[in-house]
């Protein structure tokens, strides 16, 4: 009868033996005993990738957006380039406008005798240097305002078709009339006196006397007119009629 009873207390000391180790090591329960680590490991894989494929569309647009703000500037600066130019052409124009100048000049004339000459005071108004010299010769041409002095072109159909400075040398072309003044001997020297005189009282040095726009080799039949032409006379030589 001992036989029996020592089986049986070594069976159940075997049967609790197993509970207690199936209590320290449960089974996983609803999942089956399958294994989630994979699973969370996988998420966070995604969620990685879907954070960098933001980035780098972020980084996309900022890249647009960049060269959009680029393409606006250079749009910009293109603009005000052209404004500039623009303004600078316009002041280029605005230089080109010769300036309004007037100045009173010593209009010289001879005396109704032909014997001496005088000056007259002319107030002469034209645009720059070369339209100050124009109206001059223009006012010259049409004859003085007092009665004691006299135009030798009065009478005659002469006119002033154009004034060019040339490096401080006035190119002053008349019509061709000029060219065949009868003026008798003695007064030829006198006129280009009266001429280079006004033409220095508007800042040129001499003046180069032109027919029709072309060189003359000589006017009044006499007088060489190849070469400029600077006054042998003082200007304040000679006296003023109104003095």
Not at 147 to 153: P, R
């Amino acid at each position: 009868m001992k036989r029996p009873i020592q089986f049986s207390a070594a069976a159940l000391l075997t049967v609790g033996m197993l509970s207690a180790c199936a209590e320290d090591d449960p089974a996983p329960a609803e999942t089956g005993g399958e294994d989630t680590t994979t699973e969370e490991t996988e998420d966070e894989d995604t969620d990685d990738d879907e954070e960098t494929d933001d980035e780098d569309i972020d980084e996309d647009v900022d890249e647009d957006v960049d060269e959009d703000e680029t393409d606006v500037s250079e749009e910009e600066a293109g603009d005000e380039d052209e404004e500039i130019s623009e303004s600078d052409d316009d002041t280029a124009a605005d230089n080109d406008e010769a300036e309004m100048m007037e100045e009173d000049f010593e209009l010289v004339f001879y005396d109704d005798q032909v014997l001496e000459m005088y000056t007259e005071t002319h107030t002469i108004s034209g645009e720059g240097q070369e339209g100050l010299l124009m109206s001059a010769l223009e006012q010259w041409l049409a004859g003085p305002e007092h009665e004691a002095l006299v135009s030798v072109t009065e009478d005659e159909d002469v006119s002033v078709q154009s004034v060019e400075d040339h490096d401080g040398v006035a190119h002053v072309s008349f019509s061709e009339e000029f060219a065949f003044l009868n003026v008798g001997s003695g007064l030829e020297v006198g006129i280009m006196n009266q001429i280079a005189h006004t033409a220095q009282q508007a800042g040129f040095e001499s003046v180069l006397v032109l027919i029709d726009g072309e060189s003359a080799d000589t006017v009044f039949g006499h007088v060489d007119s190849s070469e400029p032409y600077t006054p042998d006379t003082d200007l304040d030589s000679y006296e003023s009629i109104e003095d």
